[in-house]
């Protein structure tokens, strides 16, 4: 999972700073409900966090 992050594959590049905090944000909010559905059908989360732990 580590090298799929750090890939250069999934960049992004962005005319402005606000389109930029945008992806981040859509980013941000997937994991987030990914983990907390995880959790809700007893599978484990990708990694521990105080956003989807109990």
Sequence with gaps: MTADRASVMGK???EN????MDQFL?????R???NRRR????EPPEYS???WDK
Excluded: K
């Design 17 to 20: 700073p606000f389109d930029a």
């Design 39 to 42: 959790i809700r059908d007893r």
């Design 26 to 30: 859509n980013i941000m909010q997937s």
């Design 12 to 14: 992004y590049t962005f």
């Design 32 to 34: 987030i409900l990914t």
């Design 49 to 51: 966090c105080s956003l």
